[in-house]
């Protein structure tokens, strides 16, 4: 019955079923696996291109620190190329710098100075002598070592915060900077805080050091660097600024959403962040996690890679479509099972192969997938496909990228690639890819030049192959990459390049014949040239790996080696050096020997190249013309060329040892008869005698030379002063004045030296300013009599050179036309009439600016200069006249000084005469010159006919600054002057000073006596006005009325000028009331003393009564007031004194600030009281 049961058409179906649900079950059961199986591909495959990415930043970074770093050591290279790099050449060259993409997001490019304690002050002087006042080197404090930010440029605003700053002494900035100076390579920084961050969008910062050392000191040790140290070159970086520029495209790398923590040191920690561009999640890291150390000359970044989208940084499409694939299967398998239960059997062999297969393709189509995209993205290659069948051509946007056009304006067809092809190499191209569709090659791979969008031509690297064939074997399809490879090309070109220059170098080298060669740092020889080839008798090929051993004797290999040690550790040298040759002959070689170093890694020498030359018979040479360079060959003495290096030598020994040295010039007196009387024959003959004596009678240490005739020089050293060397110096003019018998005559001279000594103190010499000082002083012997020793006075030839370049200083100023005419107005106060200017010579000087007469006229005093220049004023004061004229502006008469030297010139009437026809529209009448009253000290007469002659022409003639002579009353006179100025300093202080009111006083009865016109000068104040005009003398000139002005301004200065409104009122007083006068000075005079005890600046205040006497005695006689006036000022007065008693009781009690304050009171009570008493002068009898 169960066998029957089988059988049964219900129980076969529920078992079809049965079978069938089985199947799918296991269908899709697969298809899961499957799809697991993929998405774990797949989940690979995102980590492989993360773990990509990870690798390209971290080479990307490494890339750019080198590439700063080689920024760095090119600007620390400007140092060695110029003694003082400039503030200008330092911005040029960063400018030049930041074309380039290079230094995008770069702060800027610096260089900090190294300065010692004893440097810091002249430091900061020197820069702020460039321009920058308020420069200064910060943070401030005493330190062992100061360095300080000199250039940093661009010279932003951001930037100018670090100006001045000391870096060193920061622990972390100093850190790195002792790095750098200690390797002599860069060196970055730990985490730091900029001083260019404001405050907004603070950045962790970091900063790259590249040391500068002074090119003349050795850096082969690192005490040789510290030594040698001058600063560092140096950049600021901003750390999101510059990875952000670093970054670029890689931050989003193929839709690789890159996340990147950098950490300075090896350790992840918070403290160490330097950059992250995502948030830290303190969670456990993602599938894409990684690490990476990234080591710049020993300072190690740890960088932290993780994806910031790690849930949507996988496309799962494929593992879905597999379980679709999967599930679709099982379902029709399941149908078919159903349909077709007899085939049961192979159902189930076609589904498993299907699935097997199918299977299959999806790996490797994935693995195809994956190795072609991850193949592209590495080489960086566009992608092109090419359907030959239609012609139309494919392009990626990476390969629009790299031919730097826009994707969407790219063409479809062939024409697209041909046309951008080289027009040189455009049918290489084309025949090549034709060779390959038509099978003439098995690969397609080219190499050519293609147009960049921008018009340069870059170099691709083309590769291709056939996809696809029609079944006559006819390509349907093409695909292919097309890679930037100008950079290698052009590596490649230039390697070529210098293979073909080292080929052709090595060849030119045979037609040396100088040996040349090179050597491995074992002293293994590696080349020579041909001459060298000889030397040794060997051939090229025999050469490689032979020794000095194998070609010298021992001596002579123990000597190059040495040499060789020296080149291998760093130096270069130049020596000449005695071999015995292969041929056993002694020769002298030149040697010339230079490291030759690692093109990677320039620190590693990695041997040695050496040029010698044979210059035996040039040392024969040499010793020969040795003798005819540096010996007299008459004396045999050292000659002018071999004294010059003696006395260098001498003079530098002196320095180091704290000696003395004297430089002797010896002239013979007499010896030029001697050669014209008895030949010159017999002249030689005597300076052979001579120089052979007194080389006798030196020193062996010391040299004596023969300049040519003669002229001698001796150099004594090891002498402390002019008694210690006075015996030697007689012993020479003692040898030179002995008789010489030249057969039968006996003939005989003297000698005049001179000697100098060095080092003297304040002086700092060159040898041939010893040698003229020395001919200077033997000059000074010559005219003192001959025959003896004039020692160099240093003071006077300083003050005679000074004088000498003061005098030419101003004769070029004369050709130059710096020299300017101010004019100050000279005035009637009383009646507001400009009686005329004063022109006054100003020397505008190009350095100092303007100059007054004091400044240089004393200088020309009794010299010719002084003449011309005095002519120069009157010429142009004439011609300024003339132009005041052309422009209606006044007809001033001008009075021009006239020096006393100028004055007693013999032609001095007709030169005046001349300069005055040669302005005929000016009238004589309107030049006045000024003479001092002591030009005519010596010849009265001659000087009093002069002016004489000057009044003749109609010139006038005004007495300058009388009163200061030696005979006034004599002068006033005798000399024909019309005019008396009296001399500002009896005018300024008679305000306060009543001598010299009664001084001018005096002067003004003398003046009016003897019938001459007075002008004050020195008038500064309107109350020096008002004194004068007391005293009866209207016309003035001084500070208060008018400064000495450019000749453009007098015009308008004379419109515009009105004198003080109360002068018209004032009127002279009598003599009878001059006492109340002098004593209203004194009284100010008191004050003013009394102002200087409670100041401090006197040590006892003036007693009261001595102002009680003079101005009471004075107000009581006057006659001038009524007894109500008179008891109201003498009120007044005792006010004063009462006051002053009491300030001075508070200055002797220690409260001087006390006093002081109460100034201002004492003040306004003796201005009210000389106020008071000036109005009742006002009134006073005149006359």
């Known amino acids: 019955m169960k066998l029957l049961s089988l059988f049964h058409p219900r129980a076969h179906a529920s078992g079809r079923y049965s079978f069938a649900a089985l199947v799918l079950m296991l269908g899709v059961l697969l298809s899961l696996l499957a799809a697991v199986q993929v998405k774990q591909l797949l989940d690979g495959e995102a980590v492989d291109r993360f773990a990509f990415a990870a690798d390209q930043v971290t080479i990307r970074i490494e890339e750019r620190l080198d590439a700063y770093a080689l920024v760095l050591r090119g600007a620390a290279g400007l140092f060695d190329a110029s003694d003082a790099v400039t503030r200008t050449e330092w911005r040029d060259y960063v400018r030049k710098l930041r074309v380039s993409d290079t230094l995008e997001r770069v702060l800027g490019i610096g260089f900090t100075r190294l300065l010692r304690p004893d440097e810091l002050e002249s430091h900061i002087a020197e820069i702020r002598a460039e321009g920058y006042p308020d420069y200064t080197v910060h943070p401030p404090g005493p330190r062992d070592i100061y360095t300080s930010i000199v250039f940093l440029e661009p010279f932003d605003a951001r930037n100018q915060r670090a100006f001045g700053y000391d870096m060193f002494s920061e622990s972390v900035r100093r850190e790195a900077m002792i790095q750098a100076r200690d390797t002599g390579r860069a060196a970055l920084s730990g985490r730091v805080q900029l001083l260019q961050e404001t405050g907004d969008d603070v950045q962790a910062g970091t900063l790259m050091y590249v040391p500068v050392y002074r090119v003349e000191m050795p850096t082969s040790t690192r005490a040789q660097r510290a030594e040698a140290l001058k600063g560092w070159t140096y950049s600021p970086y901003r750390m999101t600024d510059l990875m952000t520029g670093i970054l670029g495209d890689w931050e989003l790398m193929e839709g690789e959403a890159v996340g990147l923590r950098i950490y300075d040191g090896p350790e992840v920690d918070s403290e160490g962040l330097l950059f992250s561009n995502s948030e830290i999640d303190s969670g456990a890291p993602s599938r894409f996690a990684q690490s990476r150390e990234v080591n710049f000359n020993g300072r190690i970044w740890s960088l932290q890679f993780d994806h910031q989208s790690p849930q949507e940084a996988v496309a799962y499409t494929t593992a879905w479509a597999t379980l679709g694939a999967g599930l679709l299967l099982s379902g029709l398998l399941f149908g078919l099972i159903l349909s077709i239960s007899g085939t049961r059997v192979r159902a189930e062999q076609i589904a498993a192969r299907l699935t097997e297969e199918l299977r299959e393709q999806g790996e490797q189509l994935r693995q195809s997938e994956y190795r072609w995209r991850f193949a592209i993205a590495g080489s960086g290659g566009g992608l092109w496909d090419w359907d030959i069948a239609q012609d139309t051509m494919y392009f990626s946007p990476r390969w629009a990228e790299i031919m730097g056009v826009d994707e969407s304006a790219l063409g479809t067809s062939l024409d697209e690639w041909e046309r951008r092809v080289h027009p040189d190499d455009r049918v290489a191209a084309t025949s090549a890819l034709r060779d390959y569709l038509e ?245 030689d003959r005597m300076l052979v005698e001579l120089a052979a004596r007194m080389k006798g009678v030196m020193r062996a240490e010391d040299t004596l030379s023969r300049l040519g005739g003669d002229e001698f020089v001796a150099v004594l050293v090891d002498v402390d002063s002019v008694y210690a060397c006075e015996p030697l110096l007689k012993r020479l003019l003692g040898a030179a004045s002995e008789p010489v018998r030249i057969d039968d005559d006996r003939l005989q001279v003297s000698a005049s030296l001179g000697v100098t000594f060095y080092p003297e103190a304040g002086q700092d010499l060159e040898a041939d300013q010893l040698l003229r000082q020395a001919d200077q002083a033997m000059y000074q012997a010559k005219l003192a009599g001959k025959g003896r020793f004039h020692v160099f006075d240093a003071e006077r030839d300083r003050t005679a050179r000074s004088h000498h370049e003061t005098i030419e200083d101003i004769r070029r100023a004369l050709g130059d036309e710096e020299f300017v005419l101010h004019y100050q107005p000279k005035v009637n106060m009383r009646t507001g009439e400009v009686i005329g200017v004063e022109a006054l010579i100003r020397w505008q000087h190009p350095e100092h600016g303007l100059l007054p007469p004091a400044r240089f006229l004393p200088e020309i005093e009794n010299h010719p200069l002084s003449v011309e220049l005095g002519e120069w004023v009157i010429e142009r004061a004439l011609k300024q006249m003339e132009e005041w004229g052309a422009e209606d502006g006044p007809a001033l008469e001008v009075s021009v000084n006239v020096a006393a030297f100028q004055l007693r010139q013999s032609d001095f009437v007709e030169r005046l005469q001349l300069l005055l026809e040669a302005h005929p529209e000016i009238a004589p009448r309107r030049l006045e010159l000024e003479v001092l009253e002591t030009s005519a000290l010596g010849d009265m007469v001659e000087v009093t006919r002069r002016l004489e002659g000057c009044r003749a022409l109609g010139v006038a003639v005004s007495l300058d600054d009388f009163g200061t002579g030696y005979a006034s009353l004599t002068y006033l006179k005798r000399l024909p002057a019309g005019t008396v100025k009296v001399d500002q300093s009896f005018v300024r202080d008679i305000l306060e000073d009543p001598e010299d009111l009664a001084i001018l006083n005096g002067v003004m009865s003398l003046a009016e006596a003897f019938g001459r016109r007075v002008i004050a000068e020195g008038v500064e104040t309107l109350e020096h006005g008002d004194m004068l005009l007391y005293l009866g003398c209207d016309l003035a000139q001084g500070y208060g009325i008018a400064r000495p002005m450019p000749a453009d301004r007098i015009p308008g200065w004379v419109s515009d000028w009105r004198p003080a409104t109360h002068w018209a009122g004032l009127s002279r007083i009598g003599r009878e009331d001059m006492p109340l006068m002098y004593a209203s000075v004194a009284h100010r005079a008191w004050v003013m003393r009394v102002e200087a005890y409670l100041r401090g600046q006197s040590p006892q205040p003036p007693p009261l009564a001595e102002d009680r006497e003079g101005l009471v005695h004075s107000l009581e006689h006057s006659g001038l007031l009524s007894p109500a006036d008179l008891a109201t000022l003498l009120q007044r007065h005792q006010e004063i004194h009462e006051l002053v008693g009491e300030l001075v009781r508070l200055r002797e009690r220690g409260q001087g600030e006390r006093a002081l304050v109460r100034l201002d009171e004492l003040h306004a009570q003796r201005d009210g009281l000389l106020d008071t008493l000036s109005g009742h002068l006002g009134s006073a009898r005149t006359l």
Do not use: C
């Open 439 to 683: 099978g003439r090659r098995a690969r397609y791979v080219n190499e050519y030049r293609m147009q960049h969008e921008d018009g340069r031509w870059i170099w691709i690297q083309d590769r291709g192959i056939v996809v696809s064939r029609a079944e006559d074997g006819r390509p349907l399809r093409m695909i292919g990459t097309d890679t930037d490879i100008t950079e290698r090309k052009n590596d490649e070109l230039a390697l070529r390049a210098a293979h073909a220059e080292s080929q052709r170098f090595r060849a030119a080298l045979d037609y040396v014949s100088s040996y040349i060669y090179m050597k491995d740092t074992e002293g293994r020889y590696t080349f020579a040239n041909h001459a060298g080839l000889e030397l040794f008798g060997v051939t090229p090929e025999d050469l490689p790996g032979s020794d000095d051993n194998r070609f010298f004797p021992p001596e002579t290999v123990r000597r190059l080696h040495k040499i060789d040690r020296r080149v291998l550790s760093g130096e270069q040298t130049t020596e000449e050096v005695e071999v015995v040759d292969p041929a056993g002959q002694r020769r002298v070689y030149l040697e010339i020997k230079a490291p030759i170093r690692d093109e990677i890694d320039p620190e590693r020498i990695v041997g040695l190249l050496g040029i010698s030359t044979d210059i035996t018979t040039l040392k024969d040479h040499e010793r020969q013309l040795e003798r005819i360079a540096h010996y007299d060959p008459l004396t045999g003495l050292p000659n002018r060329v071999l004294l010059a290096d003696r006395l260098h030598q001498a003079m530098a020994h002196s320095q180091r040892h704290g000696e003395r040295l004297a430089v002797v010039y010896l002239d013979l007196d007499g010896f030029k008869a001697i050669n014209d009387t008895h030949g010159h024959a017999a002249g």
